[in-house]
């Protein structure tokens, strides 16, 4: 099972970037979908993007189409999430883990704290 250690979070102001990184343990690491998720306070954890094992198919959830960009370096056991033009809306903590679909099949890292202030 891949274990998950995500980082790169912070506060931003609205329309602000950041960079998240997660780095996974295992050899066989491009075997697995990655996926992004996201828990704000009092709501259930959302699915946010996800990547094939290769990198070459993206699928992201309507929220984030067109502001986010998932991507992974296999060489270097790492996803990452560009999250530009960011909204109050997305502060929450930011999981990352493996998929099966847009569903969460792999263990939970400790997250990283987003905060978009307006």
């Known amino acids: 099972q891949v274990q998950v250690a995500e980082s790169g979070g912070g506060l931003v102001q609205a329309g602000g970037s950041l960079r998240l990184s997660c780095v996974a343990s295992?050899?066989?690491?491009?075997?697995?979908?990655m996926g992004w998720f996201r828990q704000a306070p009092g709501k259930e954890r959302e699915f946010v993007a996800r990547?094939?094992?290769?990198?070459?198919?993206?699928y992201y959830a309507d929220s984030v189409k067109g502001r986010f960009t998932i991507s992974r370096d296999n060489a270097k056991n790492t996803v990452y999430l560009q999250m530009n033009s960011l909204k109050p809306g997305d502060t929450a903590v930011y999981y990352c883990?493996?998929?099966?679909?847009?569903?969460?099949?792999?263990?939970w890292g400790q997250g990283t704290q987003v905060t978009v202030s307006s």
């Open positions: 295992g050899h066989t690491f491009s075997s697995y979908a």
């Open positions: 883990t493996s998929v099966v679909a847009a569903s969460p099949r792999g263990s």
């Open positions: 990547i094939s094992g290769s990198g070459g198919n993206t």
